[in-house]
C-alpha cells in the first residue's frame, strides 16, 4: 500500500490528507507515461510539442521492464500519453502486458486508431480506460485547434466505442476562451456517448506557451467557469487542474495541491523523469530511469524531489486569505510565465498574477521539441504522419523505429 515517505526531521503526518501528501508518497497516484512523441495531429497547445519520433524512445523491452517495476510499486494504474500512443507499433502489446501485471492502464488518444475492432477488444477488458480528446463542441471550434478533420475523428471514436458497448469512456477538454461556453454543450455530448467528461487547464508549456496569450481563459471567463464547476461539478473529472479558481469561493472538490513530485510526475518516451507533466524543462527534470537506476531509485531519491517535498513557505501568496484553497496555483503555468515558483498565479483570480506578470523576466523554453514543423510556432492545421500498416518486423521487439 502506498505511504508517506519519511522524512528525517519531519514528525509523522497526521491531520488534512493535503499535508500528508504534501510530504510525498513512495509511490505516485497518478503517474503520466508519454509513450511516443509521435502523432498524426499538430495541436496549437501540446504541452509536448509531440509530432517526431525520438530516435532514442525506450524499446519494448525497456517498457516492460518499467511495468515490472511500477507492479512491485503497486502503482495500480498509469496514464498513457503522447504524442499519440497508439501509433508505436507494440502499443497494444505493452497494454496487455501491463493490465496482465495488475497494473491498470488509462490511456489519452486523438481516435485515430479506434476504430470498431478495437473497440471491440477495449470493451472486453476491465482494466483499460479510453480518454478521446476533443477541445471544442463543433468541428469549427475544435478543428482550428487540433487540425482539420480532427473532431470527425474524435467521435467516430466515441461512436465505436459505445456500439461495443465499452463503458465510462472520457471525452477530455482543454478549456480555453473559445471553448469556455461550450460547457454544457460539452457534458451534453459526453451523456450521448455514455460517457464521462474530463475537464483540464491550459497551460504555457510546449506549443501552449507560444498560444497562451490568444487561448488561456479572459478573467470574467475564470468567473464562468467556476461558477459552472459549482454547479455542475458533479460527475464531472478535472484532475485538480482548478484550484486556483477556488479563490472565488468555496474550495473546488479534490486535492486543492500542486502535487508534482509528491503524488505526481512524469515519464517522457526516452526515459527522463519529469516533476509535472506540464512542465517538461531541465529545471524539473529528476532523471532518467535507464541511467540512474530505475523509476523507483528516481522517485525515492532523487534530489529534486526531496526539494520539492520539503516545507514551502508559499512567498507572498501565504499572507493570502485564499492561500489555503489556492495553494499559489500552478508551478508550471508560473515557470513559463516568467514568474518566480513563490508568487502568485498568472490566471490569479484576485488580480495578483496580472499585477506580477507586469514585472515577469525571460520566460523559459523547453528544449525538448518534437515539432516537426522544426519551429515552436505551428500553423493551424494538421500534419498527417504516415502509420505502418504492415505488421512490425521482429526486430521491432528491440527498436520501436524499426521500419519506419
Known amino acids: 500500500m502506498t505511504s508517506v515517505l519519511e522524512h528525517p526531521s519531519t514528525p509523522a503526518p497526521v491531520g488534512r490528507l493535503v499535508d500528508q501528501f504534501e510530504l510525498g508518497l513512495d509511490a505516485p497516484i497518478c503517474l503520466t507515461w508519454e509513450l511516443t512523441y509521435a502523432c498524426n495531429l499538430s495541436c496549437v497547445h501540446c504541452l509536448s510539442s509531440s509530432g517526431r519520433r525520438d530516435p532514442n524512445e525506450l524499446s519494448t523491452e525497456q517498457c516492460k521492464a518499467i511495468i515490472d517495476e511500477l507492479q512491485r510499486m503497486q502503482v495500480f494504474y498509469v496514464n498513457i500519453g503522447g504524442g499519440e500512443p497508439t501509433v508505436r507499433s507494440d502499443f497494444w502489446e505493452l497494454v496487455d502486458y501491463a493490465t496482465a501485471h495488475q497494473v491498470g492502464v488509462k490511456f489519452s488518444t486523438n481516435g485515430v486508431k479506434i476504430d470498431k475492432k478495437v473497440a471491440e477488444r477495449l470493451a472486453a477488458s476491465d482494466y483499460v480506460d479510453v480518454q478521446i480528446s476533443i477541445d471544442g463542441a463543433t468541428a469549427e471550434v475544435n478543428d482550428a485547434v487540433r487540425g482539420p478533420g480532427s473532431f470527425a475523428m474524435a467521435v467516430r471514436a466515441l461512436e ?207 528544449s525538448v521539441d518534437h515539432s516537426r514543423s522544426g519551429q515552436r510556432k505551428t500553423p493551424r492545421a494538421s500534419v498527417p504522419l504516415t502509420l505502418m500498416m504492415r505488421p512490425p518486423s521482429k526486430i521491432c521487439d528491440e527498436n520501436p523505429l524499426a521500419g519506419m
Open 160 to 366: 465505436n466505442l459505445k456500439e461495443a458497448g465499452f463503458k465510462d469512456a472520457k471525452i477530455s477538454v482543454v478549456v480555453t476562451r473559445h471553448n469556455v461556453s461550450q460547457l454544457d454543450e460539452f457534458k451534453a455530448l459526453a451523456d450521448m456517448y455514455d460517457a464521462t467528461l474530463r475537464i483540464t487547464r491550459l497551460r504555457p508549456s510546449g506549443r501552449g506557451a507560444d498560444v497562451w496569450d490568444d487561448l488561456h481563459p479572459r478573467p470574467e471567463q475564470q468567473r464562468e467557469l467556476y461558477n459552472w464547476l459549482v454547479a455542475n461539478g458533479e460527475g464531472v473529472l478535472t484532475g485538480d487542474s482548478f484550484f486556483h479558481l477556488s479563490a472565488f469561493g468555496d474550495a473546488l472538490p479534490g486535492l486543492n495541491l500542486c502535487g508534482a513530485g509528491r503524488v505526481v510526475c512524469l515519464i517522457d518516451p526516452v526515459g527522463d523523469v519529469y516533476a509535472c507533466p506540464f512542465a517538461i524543462h531541465e529545471q524539473f527534470l529528476a532523471g532518467n530511469i535507464v541511467k540512474d537506476g530505475g523509476f523507483q531509485h528516481v522517485w525515492q531519491h532523487s534530489d529534486l524531489f526531496q526539494e520539492l517535498r520539503s516545507p514551502q513557505t508559499g512567498g507572498a501568496c501565504a499572507k493570502c486569505d485564499h492561500y489555503d484553497s489556492c495553494r499559489g496555483g500552478c508551478m508550471a503555468a508560473k515557470f513559463f510565465t516568467g514568474l518566480p515558483m513563490d508568487g502568485p498565479d498568472p490566471e490569479c483570480v484576485i488580480g495578483n498574477g496580472e499585477m506580477a506578470l507586469a514585472g515577469a523576466g525571460e520566460v523559459p523554453k523547453s
